[in-house]
């Protein structure tokens, strides 16, 4: 797992598991480990072009693109404690 801790975009996102304590965590095509984003419960975030949602565990859930890839654009001031925003569409 690699921690996001400053602004930066992913592009090629296969899909992001979500959890109700506003942790994301993004799966990047070509990539063994996910990209953690730790934010609040308030955070500012929003996926668009969500093709299916999937429950994995209690208060876990998958998102998987309409098209291919997602491209997110996070901001993050430093490992936890993030309120965003996180912006992720597909092209």
Known sequence: MTRITQSTRLSQVQHIIGSGTGLLDFAVDGEDDYYTWDGNEDADWE???????????????????????????????GEEQNTGPVHCWCE
Do not use: H, K, L, T
């Open 47 to 77: 996926v668009e072009d969500v093709a299916s949602v999937q429950n994995i565990d209690e208060d876990r859930y998958i998102m998987y693109p309409e098209g291919e890839f997602f491209v997110c654009e996070i901001e993050s001031q």
